[in-house]
DNA sequence: ACCTCAAACATTTTT
DNA sequence: TGTTTGAGGT
């Protein structure tokens, strides 16, 4: 009973609720993995068992933390039944166990954003379709955003409203690139991520048995993060749940902020309609953080409509007061939080791994970089490319996946010329052309290149040499574990010769990265003696970056999104560039649902903190090679004052004068001198000059995002000129003429 | 098949 | 501004 102790009387309440439906509503810092975990320990003392419980989450680290908290209590033996992990990895286990009942063979392989946006790239050159008008990753997006909302390219007839969307977009063939995408991926047996929970819920909605099988099997349910579920995610789950109706729901929605890749709030919102008889357990008291914090962070929230009455609290101390700081420009904000970060390890016991920086867009993370070298601190970057997702790493992974699953189109396109052996760009869009037509497999066509006439001798020759070379990796992949397979291909390939001899900095880093994949491939090797190859492929694609992560080891200062920095807790957060159109966000500016989510976003923010807050925005950021003028963001007049102190910066050769957040017209005005400066040189180039004057009220326009509309007003001249414009799709906004890249209709 | 250069593009991200 | 993509040359 020694995790009930550990418990407050509300986490006490929720960790000891056995049967029907619950939701927890988790304050940030509010102990929420503490429940869950307390949770699970608790089922397990009542003598249910562990092949019962079903936990979601959306990270695999999240699952791995979990898994390492419960198996702290109970013997593995007593929990390694119960099914823990993501959403797709727990959909693909059951979808490969199941595999039969959908056509499907159990070997699938996964196709991951890029081998999607590489087949819409292959389907839309193979219609002859204008890729001006069919972009591949708008294309692309379009499929997942549909495949989360349960809309199949044939259910997609049905839907009026999005089919004229694409009608006046000028994507008239929407529907044939999806359903084409569709059968693509059929016909090599892989899935895309939406794929793994589409299919699912097409399982379960189509076997009855099958539904009856996991129903009965999950008995109790428990899903992390809810707010961050989609209305996929959300079907699965009602349907899972149906019989035994034992769903624990953990979540925040103050904290949700995954909206734009289909997130709904309203799953959250409406629990109480599907399970009218459900409890609602409230985590309030925050752990985390300072008294200053907790209420600043309160003092914010406040301000959006939408959501569940809550108060956070904490008994922890008062704290320092959340600083406020205005710079001149991006680099002097950086220069600020690096030498605020020296000064506190100066004063402090700090060590570089108590400091994160948090920031809007990746973008933002480069001026930071240079003042933190300056500066010999320390510093990791979170975000960017995945280890998985470098190119090295994915042309080796293409030939195990190849090895899984020789139909794997995508992979089998990586591979058969890499390294160079002769088969050009002609050779494989010829391939792939008769493997269309003849409604078969690219790997087929090269089984059966003999009989083919499309070839002269020496392609045909280099193609059989290919076929035979994976034949041969094939017979050895019977006899050899993951680890001695890659190694062989390697070798076998040329891909060592070839990246050994690179000596340029990027090609040691890459030789670096594929040491690095195979050290990690005899780690897996020794764990999973069987069948190790298919496993390694099936898990890697599921795999991401912060699954691996090694901060602490490090002891390195912290640099990430706002997003990537959900779920984190570090000492001393700084949150920069909080100015309006960065943060929040330009594209949300007219919208207040869209508002309210980057203002959950800063929430969020600020609720990483423990001990010390610093915000920063600056009134000039250099932003794709030009100064914009800023403007504080609407969120810091919204933090009570309170719990702030304007402060001046300690530098002397940063800040002369002294820069505090009121001074709105002193400053400024200087400030605009040099912009006014600068104007002539924009204005100079014809090119934008006649870009900008072209564009008229009345006038039609198209933007690349929102599609067409009128322009109804426009605001101030020059580079800074705006345009307020009423879209047929998407409603009024507002736009700079400069960034917009409006066609004139 | 490889190189070079100019144009285009760039906004949050997990699986 | 930096990076990526693709056109055009060899």
Known sequence: MDYLNKLNSEQKKAVQHLEGPMMVIAGAGSGKTR??????????NNNIHDHNILSLTFTNKAAKE???????????????????????????????????????????TIYDTEDCKNLVKSIIKDKNLDKEIYKPNLIRNRISFLKNNFITSESYKEHLDLQEADKIAKRTQFASIYKTYESKCKNSSTMDFDDLLLRTYELLCNNKDTLFKYQNKFKYILIDEYQDTNHIQYLIIKKLADFHKNICVVGDDAQSIYSFRGATIKNILNFKLDYPKFTTYKLEQNYRSSKNIVQAANSIIKHNERQIQKNIWTENNEGEKIIITKVNTDKEESLLVSNTIKHIKQLTDAHNKDFAILYRTNAQSRSLEEALRKNNIAYKIYGGISFYQRKEIKDILAYCRILVNQKDEEALKRIINY????IGINSIQKLISYANEQNTSLWDVICNIDGIKLFNKGT??????????????????????AFEIVNEIIKKTGIYELSISDKTPEGISRFENIQELLNGLQEFSENNLLNSLSEFVNEVALITDQDNDNTNIRNSVTLMTVHAAKGLEFHNVFIVGLEENLFPSMLSLQNKQDIEEERRLFYVAITRAEKRLF???????????????????????????????????????LFQKNIYLKTKNSENKQINK????????????????????????????????????????????????????????????????????????
């Open 66 to 108: 979990m898994r390492e908290r419960i198996n702290n209590s109970f013997a593995r033996d007593k929990t390694k039944n119960i099914w823990m992990g993501t959403f797709h990895s727990i959909f693909a286990r059951i979808l490969r166990l199941e595999a039969h009942q959908i056509n499907y063979p159990t070997n699938f």
């Open 35 to 44: 429940v869950l975990t307390s949770r699970i320990i608790h089922l397990l």
């Open 460 to 481: 045909k020759n280099r193609i059989i040499k290919f076929k035979q070379l994976i034949i041969y990796f094939l017979e050895q992949s019977k006899i050899l574990n």
């Open 674 to 745: 040099t912009k006014l400066k600068r104007l002539p040189k924009f204005l100079s180039s014809k090119k934008e000059n006649n870009n900008l004057i072209k564009f008229k009220v009345g006038s039609k326009v198209k933007h690349i995002k929102f599609g067409e509309g009128e322009i109804i007003s426009l605001e101030e001249d020059g580079v800074n000129k705006k345009a307020i414009i009423s879209f047929k799709m998407f409603g009024i906004k507002k736009l700079l003429l400069r960034f917009a890249k409006l066609q004139l209709l």
């Open 419 to 422: 390294p160079a052996r002769g």
């Open 615 to 653: 915000i920063s925005f600056t009134s000039n950021r250099f932003k794709w090679g030009q100064f914009i003028n800023c403007e504080a963001s609407r969120f810091i007049y919204e933090i009570d004052e309170k719990y702030t102190e304007k402060k001046e910066a300690k530098n002397k050769e």
